[in-house]
């Protein structure tokens, strides 16, 4: 593989009308984070046209790829996402490492928009020359938002960030989907806000490897700590994970800057377990096998839909119309029965 340093030197001989792969790659490799933000934008395009350069990029990135520590973060809306990642993402930048924050942002089921406010809610952060904040609408779909993710993530490894941290929108589907494609999985909770051994899904608990309270401050405290021991004795009532790690519950104030360096150990004995166990090498594989059957599906859907487009259609009025039940139009679809 070229070195970064031959890849700098690289990028600087391509002028800059010469938006091609190597132009891209080039300044992806040699940090450029202008050059790695219109990847990007490349990515998440639907035009058929940027599809093809993105994937060609994409191809090149990927043997600099696959050496960073993969993080999900999720949690309902007021529990502090933001606030967390900004405090705990600058004292990671401080221990020498190149931050990336993937954050997904919810667009509108209406107007398809989407607020992409996070740069503003993680002001510090933003401006840290060790952190790249990049938020991407759903557009109304989690899985396109998954096959970016994973292919951004690509870039983002590339281009040297070591740390990758993914924000989702809340506590759903996502949480799901972004699960398949990191490392290590924190659940944000607030303590005082109802039942919440109750009020949190089963199967979002299994995912997580740390179970994080935040604002464990002031009145909050007593609360917090309750919270805490409630769940260490709940999680061992459940199954085993694979990756033979036991999930741990922490106390933060971000605002306070208290209970970060204990989440950043933990984060780091995580992975110093999974790497001597295999676990890590061997997910990762299971997580690209998965990539490669839900990028299959992906196609199917949408050729699908494009070749039976017209036929579609016709179907859909049948159904309006009480003429069919969709299980029979969707046969008779199949059957080219119309």
């Not at 002001?123 to 989690?142: C, Q, V």
């Not at 398949?180 to 109802?194: H, P, Q």
């Not at 950043?264 to 299971?286: G, M, P, S, V």
């Amino acid at each position: 593989m070229i070195s970064k340093k031959q890849n700098i030197e690289n990028f600087k001989k391509l002028k800059k009308q010469e938006y091609n792969t190597d132009y891209y790659v080039s300044g992806i490799l040699s940090g450029n984070k202008t050059i790695l933000s219109k990847a990007i934008t490349l990515i998440e395009s639907n035009l058929e046209k940027h599809q093809n350069t993105a994937q060609q990029i994409i191809e090149k990135c990927l043997p600099y790829s696959g050496n960073s520590m993969r993080i999900g973060i999720t949690g309902i809306p007021g529990v502090g996402k933001s606030t967390f990642i900004e405090t705990f993402g600058n004292y990671i930048t401080q221990k020498n490492r190149r931050l990336c924050v993937l954050a997904i942002d919810p667009s509108s089921e209406q107007s398809k928009g989407s607020i992409l406010g996070d740069k503003t809610r993680m002001e510090t952060l933003s401006t840290n020359k060790n952190a790249f904040i990049r938020p991407s609408p759903t557009s109304g779909t989690l899985g396109g938002v998954a096959r970016r993710t994973r292919e951004i993530i690509i870039l983002c490894e590339a281009a040297g960030f070591d740390t990758i941290l993914i924000e989702t929108v809340g506590v759903g589907q996502s949480e799901t989907l972004v699960n398949s494609m990191v490392d290590f999985f924190m659940l944000l909770m607030i303590a005082g806000a109802g039942d919440e051994l109750q009020g949190i899904k089963r199967g979002i608990m299994e995912m997580a490897d740390n179970i994080i309270f935040t604002k464990a401050d002031g009145n909050n405290m007593l609360k917090s700590k309750l919270a805490k021991t409630q769940f260490e004795s709940a999680l061992h009532y459940f199954p085993k994970k694979e990756s033979n790690w036991t999930p741990t519950v922490s106390l933060v104030s971000a605002l306070e800057n208290v209970g970060i360096e204990e989440v950043w150990q933990t984060t780091e004995n995580y992975f110093n377990t999974i790497k001597n166990n295999n676990f890590l090498k061997n997910n990762r594989k299971e997580q690209t096998v998965k990539w490669l059957h839900e990028t299959i599906m992906d196609k199917l859907k949408a050729d699908f839909y494009k070749n039976k487009f017209d036929e579609i259609k016709k179907l859909e009025q049948k159904t309006i119309n009480s003429e069919l039940t969709p299980y029979i139009a969707v046969k008779q679809l199949f059957e080219q029965k119309i």
